[in-house]
């Protein structure tokens, strides 16, 4: 007999449907708004970008070209103005407007159910185009995020929509910015899907579909259909050339492990003085103005002022043909992007980090070129390769690094090299440091982040979110009838037992009545001995997993090795269901 769905199956299944075409729906105007905010985004650079540099009342910036300002030696000052205004603005208004921007998406999705502050748009947008546009080292990729986030949320807040839809509202900004900055569509659809969504299906990837499309076509109808920056032909000349590929996939991963270190310690020093937030970031400023200076006055460009963008166009011409210059500024670039981000600058990592990857790229492609001339490509291969592999290194996006300069380039063979870089780099940062610069920002803050989009909830929910606090406990001198006692009034059927405030093992009621013990004797030789502890900031994932080693479904929860209360796996289960319904 054919199976046929119930009328309430079918009425799940269309009401599904329903909402699926509603949010794509509203992430047509989620589009609109990211496709003119990276683009208004751009032209508020260019404006505090001449008003800082020239002195001048301008929209118009291009960013591929260098450029040289009317201050001379004063133009050391431009990078502390600037990073001292975004400071003071974000400190203001928005103090999670500070930094990269991506993190905090992350965590308005995991933590808060999509929700963020609609005044973290205009903060953002204001602090990072002057942070950019006066210098500072960061790019422009990370606040632009967070705009397209920010109207996702607040449109989803004013509908009430459930949180799972607002979710999907906030990824869809998510998608369309990042598809209109670089005009690379596919890439903001992954980009959304690797590093914010919870999880993927249908009805969450349709609206990120829509979204990065309408973006990314109000970007090309207004800036024109051109990529962030223009990348050669390239070209793949010989097999031998996929071992040269894979030492970049390597040097590229210890190059983003490098730039993590030194960007987070570096806001360590910064923490740890003992002054005015305005003083570290007129200083930290400063620093980055000198060593703009001091490149310009060697070199004669800046290179390090700004997205970078020059430089890149610069490499991939193969303009920059000299090995020292690549490492100087690699070094340069590492240090004033940590010193704009540690003042108290506001911009995102993408931009840099595309920046180290044409370096090095450039490096492995000038040596290799230098011994193996019949058998490579010109230096801008590797270094368009080298773009991706660093990005997948530091920001853990393999995907979208792979896919969006596939976009960029439109050329077939460059995947093998791609592929291969990126996930060498990608496994190397993983193997030696276990942290991207985005869930590294997150976990400084005792904020958890799971990437893993198998199981999304149990990951994501704490221990102590779910536990209860009256915990009921034996010990092993405990007598049988007391103990049977307690778990009858309680009606309990196990229960832990603590000796010395250490959790020991549990007694069951099936075991004491099986036991055949007098009431008046003790526990001590009944009890199973097991580690049933947990830490309250474990996850329900480790919890189970405890549970099926121990073989119990009552785990004790403490705090400092004290017992804080207990978690059960009826608990747990529950606990999920409530959470995705609520999804």
């Excluded at 200083?283 to 310009?296: P, Q, R, T």
């Excluded at 590294?440 to 102590?464: H, M, N, S």
Aim: proline fraction near 4%.
């Amino acid at each position: 007999m054919a199976h046929t769905n119930s009328p309430v199956q079918i009425s799940e299944e269309s009401s599904h449907l329903n909402k699926t075409i509603y949010v794509s729906l509203l992430s047509v105007l989620v589009g609109i708004v990211a496709g003119f905010g990276a683009v208004g985004f751009r032209y508020l650079i260019g404006f505090f970008h001449n008003l800082f540099f020239y002195g001048t009342f301008s929209f118009f910036y291009d960013s591929e070209v260098p450029f040289v300002s009317r201050w001379g030696l004063f133009v050391v000052l431009v990078p502390a103005l600037g990073i001292a205004l975004a400071n003071w603005i974000t400190e203001k208004w928005a103090p999670e407007a500070k930094g990269h921007g991506v993190p905090e998406v992350m965590v308005a999705v995991m933590e808060e159910r999509g929700v963020i502050r609609p005044v973290v748009a205009l903060v953002k947008s204001l602090a990072s185009a002057i942070t950019i546009g006066a210098g500072g080292s960061v790019g422009r990729e990370g606040p632009i995020v967070q705009i397209g986030a920010s109207f996702g949320s607040t449109l989803g807040q004013v509908l009430k929509l459930s949180p799972r839809e607002v979710i999907i509202l906030v990824g869809a900004g998510v998608a369309g910015s990042i598809g209109a900055t670089f005009n690379a569509p596919i890439g903001g659809i992954i980009f959304a899907i690797e590093l914010i969504l919870p999880e993927y299906s249908i009805m969450t990837i349709m609206p990120l579909v829509i979204s990065s499309t309408i973006a990314t076509h109000v970007s090309l109808l207004i800036l024109g259909n051109s990529p962030a920056f223009t990348l050669p032909m390239y070209q793949f000349v010989s097999t031998y050339e996929l071992s040269f590929y894979l030492v970049l996939g390597v040097l590229a991963g210890f190059v983003s492990i490098g730039f993590i270190s030194v960007l987070y310690k570096t806001e360590d020093f910064f923490d740890e003085l003992p002054i005015n937030s305005t003083v570290k970031a007129l200083a930290g400023g400063a620093l980055v103005g000198l060593i703009g200076y001091v490149l310009f006055r060697i070199f004669g460009e800046y290179y390090v002022y700004g997205v970078g963008y020059a430089f890149l166009t610069e490499v991939l011409a193969n303009s920059v043909p000299i090995v020292l210059l690549l490492l100087v500024l690699l070094a340069a670039k590492i240090a004033a992007n940590a010193l704009t981000l540690a003042a108290g600058g506001s911009g995102g990592i993408f931009a840099p980090s595309l920046f180290l990857g044409a370096a090095v790229g450039a490096i492995v492609g000038l040596g290799v070129k230098s011994l193996f001339p019949e058998l490579t490509a010109c230096p801008s291969a590797y270094a368009i390769v080298g773009m991706a592999a660093v990005v997948a290194g530091t920001t853990g996006a393999s995907l979208t690094a792979i896919i969006m300069i596939f976009e960029m380039t439109r050329n077939y063979e460059i995947m093998l090299p791609l592929m291969l870089s990126v996930v060498v780099a990608h496994f190397i940062t993983a193997k030696f440091y276990r942290e991207t610069i985005y869930t590294k920002k997150l976990t400084r803050r005792g904020i958890k982040i799971q990437l893993d989009k198998r199981i999304p909830i149990f990951r994501t929910v704490r221990v102590g979110d779910i536990m209860k606090t009256d915990l009921v406990s034996c010990n092993p001198a405990s007598r049988v009838g007391e103990v049977s006692r307690v778990m009858h009034e309680n009606g309990i059927g196990l229960m832990p037992v603590i000796h010395e405030g250490q959790v020991i093992g549990t007694i069951s009621y099936e075991e004491l009545f099986r036991s055949g013990c007098r009431k008046e004797e003790s526990i001590k030789s009944l009890f199973a001995r097991k580690e049933i502890n947990i830490n309250l900031n474990s996850d329900l994932y480790e919890a189970l997993n405890r549970m099926k080693k121990e073989r119990s479904n009552l785990l004790v929860v403490t705090d400092v090795a004290a017992p804080a209360g207990f978690v059960t796996r009826n608990m747990i289960i529950s606990s999920y269901l409530v959470k995705r319904e609520g999804l």
